[in-house]
């Protein structure tokens, strides 16, 4: 399983997983846009690139996924593929992630719930005995 959603009264809360830290992000991604959009309906006709860096894997998860909002807000663009790259040095976590999909189209996509913002209130990312967890939840 990659993610599930969980019950909530108001916003959207999911559970992503991973075996390594790489696919937990690729999953929380696909969770999210998952909230926006049926994946399904998506082509892959876009490609764009983001990179982050920040002092700890939770604000780097944090910071993804705002990024993929603001994406969204200020190009138009939903994604449904992610490739991503998690480097840590000298205490800083470092992210490269390529992500493809295609701008919002009402006609030939599934649209949902617009998400606008990912929040502190509840998050998590818990490193189990062989795979990642992390559970976010998303202001729509």
């Not at 969204?72 to 449904?80: S, V």
């Not at 030939?108 to 490193?127: R, V």
Request: with cysteine.
């Amino acid at each position: 399983m990659k993610y599930k959603f969980l019950p909530h009264t108001a916003d959207i809360i999911f559970e992503a997983y991973g075996k390594t830290l790489e696919s937990l992000f690729e999953n929380s991604a696909l969770a999210l846009e998952e909230i926006m959009v049926d994946i399904k309906t998506l082509e892959t006709k876009e490609h764009y690139e983001i990179s982050l860096k920040t002092n700890s894997i939770e604000n780097l998860l944090y910071d993804f996924l705002s990024e993929l909002i603001f994406v969204k807000d200020t190009e138009g663009l939903l994604f449904n593929k992610f490739d991503v790259v998690i480097s840590h040095k000298n205490k800083v976590y470092e992210i490269f992630a390529r992500c493809e999909g295609d701008f919002i189209n009402r006609e030939t996509q599934d649209l949902h719930d617009d998400a606008k913002a990912i929040t502190m209130h509840e998050f998590e990312i818990i490193k189990e005995e062989d795979k990642w967890k992390a559970k976010v939840l998303v202001d729509i």
